[in-house]
């Protein structure tokens, strides 16, 4: 071994004592100066070694084996940049182990603790999936296809698109529709639900795709439109009415609805209208019947919807006059006893009865 290889293999030996809290590798850039510093002897401070030097001799075959070896042991990085890919790819199948994707926000930086390992502490993951999507195309085939094999996500719009739509199929099979409430989130760890959509603000999500409604991708559209999506809000909830309309009629016959009537939680009434407030939305219908479109008129007219009904006003009318007849009975009921009590009184002060005269019911007896 040569004395050059020799001071190579100490200055490498006590660069894995002072690495080793920090990496399970030793790492060193192309040129190294040896600190004038402990550790390190004064026979080696201030010297300049020749890293890339080695590492050519390496990637040459030039390198003797009992040196090859001997690094190896040491955990000798031979390929820097190599290295760091290396690393890069750990992290993403540690992160997609952990979250069970590798959608990983920009600001993503890896914990110093386990079970990541610690060459990957205070990564920024993050930035560095960015950087890789951004150089998709001066990728290696095998780098790419490393990458793939991870289901590495090269448009992270793309595949927040496909969590929303497993999230939509998922929710439609569990209720039958996909008239998501606003606020409604995909519960946590709930195994009915795929682990990629736990959190999901789902109602938002839906909201932001009608926003977004008329700048989709054709294709985009296309999967919603399968789904059932509804586009219009304001015209499901007109339809969820009308359905509601059509069964309490079949239920009471007539559309008579009292305005505190909530729909119950029960069959035949459907899951997605139970608790509307169906007296409450007759009676904002019959208010807001001069700014209705005809057509909602007409079909509100179809089903025998009652515009205004004379009848019930009687109705009420009557029970109205009968309670202010009542309170008036009430009334004058009152004042005739505080009269009676008032007489009473005044008899008992002006004839007396003895003592002997106030009898028990079983003295009478």
Same mark, same amino acid.
């Given at each position: 071994?040569?004395?050059?290889h020799a001071?190579?293999l100490?200055?490498?030996r006590i660069?894995r004592?002072?690495?080793?809290?920090? $990496?399970?590798?030793?790492?060193?850039p192309a040129?190294?100066?040896?600190? $004038?510093?402990?550790?390190?002897?004064s $026979?080696?401070?201030g010297?300049?070694i020749?890293?890339?030097?080695?590492?050519?001799q390496?990637?040459?075959?030039?390198?003797?084996?009992?040196?090859?070896d001997t690094?190896?042991?040491?955990?000798?990085?031979?390929?820097a940049k190599?290295h760091?890919?290396?690393?890069?790819?750990?992290a993403l +199948?540690?992160?997609?182990?952990?979250?069970g994707?590798?959608?990983? *926000?920009?600001?993503y930086t890896?914990?110093s603790?386990?079970p990541?390992?610690?060459?990957?502490?205070?990564?920024?993951?993050?930035?560095?999936?960015?950087?890789?999507?951004?150089r %998709?195309?001066v990728?290696?085939?095998?780098r +790419?296809?490393?990458l793939?094999?991870?289901?590495f996500?090269?448009d $992270?719009?793309?595949?927040?698109f496909?969590?929303?739509v497993?999230?939509?199929?998922?929710?439609?099979?569990l209720?039958g529709?996909?008239?998501?409430?606003f606020?409604f989130k995909?519960?946590?760890?709930?195994?009915a639900?795929p682990?990629?959509?736990?959190?999901? +603000?789902l109602?938002r999500?839906?909201?932001?795709?009608?926003?977004r409604?008329?700048?989709?991708l054709?294709?985009?559209?296309?999967?919603?439109d399968?789904?059932?999506?509804v586009?219009?809000s304001?015209e499901?909830?007109?339809d969820? +009415?009308?359905?509601a309309l059509r069964?309490?009629?079949?239920?009471?016959?007539?559309l008579l609805?009292?305005?505190?009537f909530?729909v119950p939680?029960v069959?035949p009434?459907?899951?997605?209208?139970?608790?509307?407030?169906l007296g409450?939305?007759?009676?904002?219908?019959?208010?807001?019947?001069d700014?209705?479109?005809?057509e909602?008129?007409?079909?509100?007219?179809? %089903?025998?919807?009652?515009?205004d009904?004379?009848e019930?006003?009687?109705?009420a009318k009557?029970l109205?006059?009968?309670?202010f007849?009542?309170?008036?009975?009430?009334?004058?009921?009152?004042?005739?006893?505080?009269?009676?009590?008032?007489?009473?009184?005044?008899?008992?002060?002006?004839?007396?009865? *003895?003592?002997?005269a106030?009898?028990?019911?079983?003295?009478?007896s």
């Open positions: 071994m040569s004395s050059s001071m190579f100490e200055v490498v660069a004592d002072i690495q080793a809290h920090t $990496s399970d590798y030793t790492n060193f040129r190294f100066t040896v600190p $004038s510093m402990a550790p390190w002897p $026979s080696l401070q010297k300049t020749h890293v890339a030097k080695v590492r050519k390496y990637k040459d075959g030039t390198l003797p084996q009992d040196v090859v690094l190896d042991n040491l955990g000798f990085v031979w390929d190599q760091n890919w290396d690393l890069r790819v750990a +199948k540690t992160y997609k182990e952990i979250h994707s590798l959608l990983v *926000p920009y600001e890896v914990p603790e386990a990541w390992a610690k060459d990957l502490w205070g990564c920024k993951l993050g930035v560095a999936v960015t950087n890789i999507r951004s %998709m195309e990728l290696t085939p095998d +790419k296809a490393s793939d094999a991870l289901e996500v090269w $992270s719009h793309e595949l927040t496909d969590i929303k497993l999230a939509l199929e998922t929710y439609k099979n209720h529709h996909i008239h998501v409430p606020e995909v519960p946590d760890n709930d195994p639900w682990s990629r959509c736990w959190k999901l +603000k109602g999500a839906v909201h932001d795709l009608r926003c409604g008329d700048n989709l054709p294709g985009r559209r296309k999967v919603l399968s789904l059932g999506f586009w219009d304001h499901l909830n007109w969820m +009415k009308l359905h069964i309490f009629k079949k239920e009471f016959g007539s609805i009292p305005q505190d909530v939680s069959a009434w459907p899951e997605r209208i139970w608790k509307m407030k409450q939305a007759v009676t904002n219908m019959r208010f807001r019947v700014t209705m479109s005809r909602r008129q007409a079909q509100l007219e179809e %089903m025998g919807f009652i515009w009904y004379p019930l006003r009687l109705e009557v109205l006059d009968i309670k007849d009542l309170q008036s009975i009430k009334k004058e009921v009152q004042e005739r006893f505080m009269t009676m009590e008032n007489t009473n009184a005044d008899v008992d002060k002006k004839f007396p009865l *003895p003592d002997d106030i009898k028990t019911d079983n003295e009478l």
